[in-house]
């Protein structure tokens, strides 16, 4: 390892502006830069050769919900490639966000869901916008298991007891082949340590959280909204005999 330099500067004007997923708004938004303090390192590697960086870490709001975050972006002298229409060498920029997010994805109330039902699902979620896959798949497959075993899904393993959820009408047909695809997505992680892509991971929530809505939330909300509302008794269904005298 060569000599080893390093410098940092504090920046917090609040002057700069960037264009940043926001995880509340769930799409790009304009955000300030509260606070950035921005490492300027270099590292000799002999005959007149080094490596350099530059670490920026921001406290970065977003202008139009206020929510605050943290970001990083990151780049060395080793990471470019050349242009060949501009004739110019760019340097790549690693971007990660804590919370980690995903656009056009917004967390459901998970309140309203089991404890144990929405703590599986929190972590589900987190797993996935953090961009730890492997983990993702195993919780959403441990995330279906627990819906199964909530709903009192009859079998004897996860495979069975989806075929009930159908066979009860909790699912449509369809819906039951997706579950299934999630189950072996789920099996691959957890069993193969595989991972997959956040396409698939975010399309699997997403099943899922309809599933969730349907079963705990909107049943939930229906109770609270329409508690007032008192619906008819029915009446009780005629007789043949009282049929035969209506129609004499």
Request: proline share 3%.
């Amino acid at each position: 390892m060569g000599n080893i330099t390093k410098k940092y500067t504090l920046d917090s004007s609040g002057e700069k502006k960037l264009k940043c997923p926001c995880k509340n708004c769930c799409v790009e938004t304009n955000h300030t830069v509260i606070a950035s303090y921005a490492e300027n390192g270099s590292e000799y590697c002999g005959s007149g050769n080094s490596v350099d960086w530059r670490i920026d870490n921001q406290l970065i709001q977003c202008m139009g919900c206020e929510e605050v975050s943290f970001r990083t972006a990151s780049s060395d002298s080793e990471s470019y490639f050349d242009d060949y229409e501009t004739d110019q060498r760019v340097y790549e920029e690693s971007i990660t966000y804590y919370p980690g997010r995903v656009l056009g994805s917004k967390i459901i109330d998970h309140w309203s869901l089991p404890a144990g039902i929405g703590q599986i699902y929190r972590e589900a979620r987190t797993a996935v916008e953090s961009e730890l896959f492997i983990v993702g798949g195993i919780a959403i497959r441990a995330l279906l298991e627990s819906i199964c075993s909530d709903v009192k899904a009859k079998g004897c393993n996860l495979e069975k007891k989806i075929d009930d959820l159908h066979a009860r009408s909790l699912v449509t047909k369809e819906g039951v082949e997706t579950l299934h695809k999630i189950r072996v997505l789920g099996n691959r992680a957890a069993h193969k340590a595989q991972h997959h892509s956040r396409d698939q991971l975010l399309l699997a929530l997403e099943v899922i959280e309809h599933i969730l809505t349907g079963t705990y939330i909107i049943p939930d909300r229906s109770a609270a909204v329409f508690k007032s509302i008192v619906l008819p008794a029915l009446a009780p269904p005629e007789s043949p005999a009282e049929s035969a005298e209506i129609n004499d």
